[in-house]
Each structure stands twice: as structure tokens, then as C-alpha cells.
């Protein structure tokens, strides 16, 4: 007989609550170990050895958001994974304003090898090949790649733009007042040498595509305030001046365009940056982004400030570098003025203070114009004060302003109505003074409120300054930060909303065309 076992006793309630606890954490350790495991080896399959993309956070807004005017040095930077590098690098460029990608060169060597990276681009632009009468015929180039001379070509045998590739070989914008509305020019010159230069100067802000599916903004090369300036007149047996017969051509020809009836023309960006180009044009093709100077002779209907980009004017006189910039003591005039006296509407307070500071000792306050050196005696003038005043004529702006930022003689703004420039990224109360017309017009007002600004106060303005002037440098080639680059990253700025807009208004096309 077999004796029987004894059983043991179990333990206590509280020590088996103990040994349950420890096993149930146990297998959750085991888990999520596990898991950690399997997640750290996708994450190093999927990241390459180098990563190649760098996010810049901007660390001046003060001064201007970087890639959309150039990236500034002395931004503080943070490595992100190189996987999926073109859509994280777009999303940047075109979500947070605060956050940027820095110029971005295509590797691989080859061909691609120092060219603009078009996936990394904060825009991508397809421009259209319009007839040289539209542009660079207007400079006498013709089609046949040369820098101004006429060449016999045939049509199948003519280039579709001159030759980017030498910057003493374009066809050149003609001097004078002309100048001040070239921005269309300097636009065209850097979209067509976007794929090809090779210094890194150029910031990938801006790149040209040659698919239109894949275009962010569809650029119309159109020359509008040089066609105004040149071709508005009527000539002999004429019944219609060249100028209004572009005009009816673009119109025609944008019209027709499946690019542009897509969206009604919203994606287009055009140039009609003199107050006075296409006029008969500009409310058919309201509908596009304009690089305006004003909105002084625009209906809000037309141009605003939600759709449309104000672009700097070129200045004229010549610009001063920092070393030759004289200071406070080495100029000797307060306030300077030239140019016409008498103007309409809300130019009228130029008459006022004309007849309140014509007889101060240390205030220029003259007529002048273009002629008899007048743009030589503007730039000794305004080099030679303190202040420049930059007060409203026939429209609310002028070229004055920026004459006196290449001059770094601080602009005093009298216009009640001015847009200016990138004033979403740059602070202009840091180096101009700004002044309203009732007030400016009160006997006395303005010379209390300019003599009471210290020179310690208008130092930090004027080296305030010296720091922003290459914002308003326009030039071929192009650089980071200045004109060219700045108005880019105005369009991409504006160009965010659009396509919000515009994707909001396709969200049912598919099902509105079934029913």
C-alpha cells in the first residue's frame, strides 16, 4: 500500500497577488523589448549612411526668412533623415514660414553636376515660350541668340530665348527711368539660367520646369512696362499702338491655353510692375498673381494685397558700399528731396512742403527729373544727408525710396497708402521713419520730429540700413538675398494660400463632371 503524498500548502493570498504582478510585468518587458528591436532595425534599413537633408530654422525673422530671400549664414541647423528627402524638403519650403531649406545643389556629377535641384525648390516654375515681341525683341533681340543685334534667321531656326549662359552676352534693358520698371527683365533673365548655372550664389528658391504638370506657377514672360514705355504711342498710319496690341495678344493666347483655363489663370504669375502697364489688359487677367510697384491705379478687384506681390522699384542712383557710406557728421543735410513739385490727388502735400522747407538752411528740397545729371545730382544729394524724403506723388510710391536705401540716407515716408516690399519678412520702422500726411502738412511738424532723432538713433537706423540694401539689388546673375531672390520668395510665400484655395475648389471635380 502505497502511503499517500503529502500536499503542499499554498502560499498566502497576499504572496500569490506578489507572483502574479511580477510574471505580468516580466512578459510586458519581454514585449516591448521585443518590439523596440523590430522597429530600431526598419528605422536603420530605411536611413541611409549620409543624411543629406538640413531644415533651417530662421534665427532672425526680424531681418527675412531664409530660402525664400536666400538662407542667411549664422542660422541654427538640425540634421533630418535623408529618406523621402524631395517631399520632406518641399514640405518645408512650402508649409512653416519659419522653416527653410538651404540652397541645394543636384549631386552625382555629370550633367546635373552644380545645377538646382528642382524637387528641392521652394518653387517650381514653368514659363512660356512667347514670341520675342513679347520680351527680349523689344531689345532688339530677334530669335537669332545674339545680345542685341538683329540676325537674318528663319522661323523653324529661331532660338526660343537668347543664350543665358553669358551674362556680357544678354540683351541689355535700356538706362535711364526705363530701369526702374525692369523687373519683368531681371525675373526672366534668372528663371531661364535657373537649370543651368553652377555657382551656389543662386539660391534654389525658384526653378524652372519645362512640364507643365509639375509647375507650381506658370510665369508669362511679358515685358508690359517696357511695352508701355516704348510702344504706347500711336505711329504714323497706326490704328492701334503695338502696346495695346500685345495686350490683345497675350489675352488671346493665355485664353487658349488649357494651363491657363484650369484654374481661371490663378497659378500665372505676371509682371506689370509700371502703374500704367496693360492697361487695357490687367481686369481680363485679374485673376493671376501681379508683381506690382502699387496698387495706386489698380481697383481692389483687380490688385490686392491677398493675391498680389509688391516689387521694388530699380533704384537708379549709384549704391554705396558700407566703407564708402558716410555717418552722421559727414552729412551735412537733414532733409533731401528732388524731383516734381506739383502732383495730383494725394501728391498734393508735396506742394505743402515744398512751400513749408524751401527756405531751410539744412533742408534740399528741389525740382528735378532725369535730365540735366539729374540721377548724378540725386546720388551726391542723397549721399549727403541724413534723411530723404520719400513723400506720395500721382501714386502712392516711388522710385525715391529705394535711391535713398542704395544712398543709406534714411527714407522718411509720407504717403498714407504705400505697400512695401516683403514687409511680411522685413521691419521697415528699423531703418525708415514714417510720417502721416496731416501730420507731415502741420507747419513745423516734420523738422521737430527729424531734428529730435539723435545720432545715436539714426545710427542704428542707418547701419539697419547697410544691412538690408541688397534686398533691393537687382541683378544678373542673381545672389541670395537680393531683388530677384526676394521677389521668389514673395511668389512662393503667396503661392502657399493659392494652392490651398485651389485644392479646396477641386475637391468634388471628379464627382460634379459624373453628374
Not at 551674362?167 to 534668372?190: C, E, F, I, K
Not at 492701334?240 to 484654374?263: D, G, I, M, P, Y
Request: charged share 25%; glycine share 8%; hydrophobic share 40%.
Amino acid at each position: 500500500m502505497v502511503g499517500e503524498r503529502k500536499m503542499q500548502p499554498l502560499p498566502p493570498p497576499e504572496h500569490r497577488r506578489a507572483l502574479r504582478f511580477v510574471a505580468f510585468l516580466a512578459v510586458s518587458l519581454l514585449a516591448f523589448s521585443c518590439w523596440a528591436l523590430v522597429n530600431s532595425r526598419i528605422s536603420d534599413a530605411s536611413m541611409p549612411a549620409d543624411p543629406a537633408v538640413v531644415l533651417v530654422r530662421d534665427a532672425d525673422t526680424a531681418t527675412l526668412t531664409p530660402a525664400l530671400a536666400g538662407v542667411e549664414e549664422g542660422t541654427a541647423a538640425a540634421a533630418v533623415p535623408a529618406g523621402g528627402a524631395a517631399t520632406a524638403a518641399r514640405a518645408a519650403n512650402l508649409s512653416d514660414p519659419a522653416i527653410r531649406e538651404p540652397p541645394r545643389l543636384a549631386g552625382g556629377g555629370g550633367e546635373g553636376e552644380g545645377r538646382c535641384d528642382a524637387d528641392a525648390a521652394a518653387l517650381r516654375v514653368y514659363v512660356y515660350d512667347l514670341p520675342p515681341e513679347f520680351h527680349f525683341g523689344m531689345l532688339g533681340w530677334d530669335g537669332g541668340g545674339g545680345g542685341g543685334k538683329r540676325k537674318t534667321k528663319t522661323k523653324a531656326a529661331a532660338a526660343a530665348w537668347p543664350d543665358v549662359g553669358d551674362p556680357r552676352a544678354v540683351p541689355h534693358y535700356p538706362g535711364g527711368l526705363n530701369l526702374q520698371h525692369s523687373v519683368a527683365y531681371w525675373l526672366t533673365l534668372d528663371i531661364l539660367s535657373s537649370t543651368t548655372t553652377t555657382t551656389t550664389e543662386r539660391p534654389c528658391i525658384a526653378v524652372r520646369v519645362t512640364n507643365a504638370s509639375q509647375a507650381d506657377v506658370f510665369f508669362v514672360p511679358f515685358f508690359a512696362s517696357l511695352s508701355y514705355n516704348r510702344h504706347s504711342k500711336l505711329r504714323h498710319g497706326e490704328k492701334a499702338s503695338t502696346n495695346r496690341v500685345l495686350q490683345a495678344e497675350l489675352v488671346k493666347h493665355l485664353s487658349r491655353k488649357e494651363t491657363w483655363r484650369r484654374w481661371g489663370g490663378r497659378d500665372h504669375l505676371i509682371v506689370p510692375h509700371h502703374p500704367n502697364s496693360m492697361m487695357e489688359a490687367r481686369k481680363r487677367l485679374s485673376a493671376a498673381m501681379f508683381v506690382l510697384s502699387d496698387f495706386g491705379r489698380y481697383s481692389p478687384d483687380v490688385a490686392n494685397l491677398k493675391k498680389d506681390v509688391i516689387a521694388p522699384y530699380k533704384h537708379v542712383v549709384r549704391s554705396l558700399a558700407d566703407h564708402e557710406s558716410p555717418a552722421f557728421d559727414q552729412r551735412p543735410i537733414l532733409a533731401y528731396f528732388q524731383g516734381a513739385i506739383h502732383r495730383k490727388a494725394g501728391g498734393k502735400v508735396r506742394q505743402k512742403l515744398y512751400q513749408m522747407l524751401k527756405d531751410e538752411r539744412d533742408v534740399r528740397f528741389s525740382y528735378g527729373s532725369v535730365r540735366q545729371n539729374g540721377i548724378r545730382r540725386a546720388t551726391a544729394g542723397m549721399s549727403a544727408s541724413k534723411f530723404c524724403l520719400n513723400i506720395a506723388g500721382d501714386t502712392p510710391s516711388s522710385n525715391r525710396l529705394f535711391d535713398a536705401i542704395a544712398s543709406h540716407c534714411v527714407p522718411v515716408v509720407v504717403s498714407d497708402d504705400i505697400e512695401l516690399p516683403f514687409e511680411d519678412v522685413l521691419d521697415y520702422s528699423e531703418f525708415c521713419v514714417f510720417v502721416r500726411a496731416a501730420d507731415a502738412a502741420k507747419k513745423g511738424f516734420l523738422l521737430r520730429l527729424l531734428r529730435g532723432i539723435s545720432r545715436d538713433e539714426w545710427t542704428v537706423m542707418w547701419g539697419r540700413l547697410k544691412e538690408v540694401a541688397r534686398h533691393f539689388e537687382y541683378q544678373y546673375p542673381s545672389r541670395r538675398g537680393d531683388a530677384v531672390q526676394m521677389v521668389w520668395g514673395a511668389v512662393a510665400r503667396k503661392m502657399h494660400n493659392v494652392k490651398l484655395q485651389l485644392h479646396k475648389r477641386g475637391r468634388f471635380q471628379r464627382t460634379a463632371s459624373e453628374s
